[in-house]
């Protein structure tokens, strides 16, 4: 007689399946800095390391497209190379073909691909576009080439502000009420948006949503190279400044190109004293990393590996948050802190606009929803303590609920 059966044996989990979420890196600095060879690095030594890679780059022609190393050692990282006239040449021709109908009843004669040139701005939505593909890959590690640091910041704050946008002027709760659309035409005696538009704001809106969803995840920072010298430490409040109004995460800095403490030479010797001092500086903010250089421009694989660029870290501490304090007890009011390293009181720009706050510091901006609980109070003041800002809050008697 057979044993009584007690429940079907599960199987064990495929372990080999299993992948840790993508950690992504983006790199950035001032112009001029290296950061395009420091990301080429960075994701070749991961690579050779055996981690699946994609590097981001609108570089045309960097390191990694020479030939040179074999064996083990040769893995290399697939590289997406950004081609910002093409994406803007397709979207364009695209939209055209959407539109044709619309076009021909106007008489409007098509444009050409051959006669398409860039706008100003259209490479962000190339570099858009490039993170919301890779963010489908399958991929340990992505490392995103970024433009120099203010307009990277500047692109990486592009999908909120664009959603923004997007819910402000094609509310999504309006089409819900197209049973009533032509109805309401007639009382307002003007045509109602149509469903296709609402449609499109959609689909934009997703796609931006899957961006601002990789910028947000846990596995996302930023790298920020830069050159010791007198730029150097100004350029690095920048950043922390911008980061922090975006809640974006820093990594330790990438100090590149640095000389040799010691040489015979009394030129060099000299040019590195100063460096070691604007490398002091930079200490003094944080964590650094030091990049040698090579006396040439890295122009193989192999050269690239002599940099020694630091592996990401498995994940980056998260951005410290926004925290609203109670001191209605000791001074009527709600105080909220907003973490703005490197900011300076000059640099400081503060509106309320109904439920929404406008922070501007230095070249950045943000508008960003108050908590529940501030929309209910007056701003009754600010101030830029320790690399902290701190908006104080009176409660509106008539909006805040009363306590027996």
Request: aromatic fraction near 4%.
């Amino acid at each position: 007689m057979a044993a009584p059966r007690t429940g079907a044996a599960r199987p064990a989990p495929d372990t080999a399946r299993y992948r840790a979420p993508m950690r992504t890196l983006l790199v950035t600095g001032p112009g001029g800095a290296g950061r395009s060879t420091v990301a080429a690095a960075t994701a070749l030594g991961a690579a050779r390391e055996g981690r699946k890679v994609l590097l981001l780059t609108a570089d045309p022609a960097g390191a990694l497209a020479a030939g040179g190393d074999d064996g083990p050692a040769a893995r290399r990282p697939a590289v997406h190379r950004l081609d910002p006239a093409a994406h803007f040449r397709g979207e364009v021709l695209a939209l055209q073909s959407h539109a044709a109908p619309a076009l021909e009843l106007l008489g409007a004669a098509p444009l050409d691909d051959d006669e398409l040139t860039p706008l100003p701005g259209s490479a962000h939505f190339a570099y858009l576009a490039a993170l919301r593909e890779a963010a489908r890959g399958d991929w340990d590690l992505l490392v995103a080439d970024l433009p120099p640091l203010r307009d990277a910041i500047a692109l990486l704050a592009l999908p909120e502000q664009l959603r923004r946008y997007l819910r402000r002027l094609l509310p999504p709760e309006r089409q819900a009420a197209r049973a009533l659309r032509p109805m309401l035409a007639q009382l307002a005696g003007v045509p109602m948006p149509a469903d296709g538009l609402y449609e499109a704001a959609a689909r934009r809106d997703a796609e931006l949503a899957a961006v601002q969803d990789l910028i947000d995840a846990p596995g996302t920072s930023v790298r920020l190279v830069v050159e010791p010298g007198p730029a150097a430490a100004d350029a690095l409040r920048t950043a922390r400044a911008g980061l922090a109004l975006h809640r974006l995460p820093l990594d330790p800095v990438v100090a590149n190109r640095v000389l040799p403490a010691t040489s015979p030479d009394p030129w060099l010797a000299a040019l590195a004293a100063r460096q070691q001092t604007h490398l002091k500086e930079l200490y003094e903010d944080g964590a650094v990393h030091e990049v040698p250089h090579l006396g040439r421009d890295p122009r193989t694989p192999d050269d690239l590996a002599l940099l020694g660029a630091p592996a990401p870290a498995a994940a980056p501490a998260p951005a410290p948050e926004w925290p609203v304090e109670d001191h209605r007890g000791t001074d009527g009011v709600l105080v909220w802190r907003v973490p703005l390293p490197g900011a300076a009181k000059p640099d400081l720009g503060l509106v309320r606009r109904g439920d929404e706050l406008v922070l501007t510091v230095g070249p950045f901006r943000r508008v960003t929803p108050l908590p529940s609980a501030l929309r209910r109070c007056a701003v009754a003041g600010a101030a830029l303590r320790d690399g902290e800002l701190r908006v104080r809050f009176a409660p509106d008697p008539g909006l805040w609920p009363r306590t027996p």
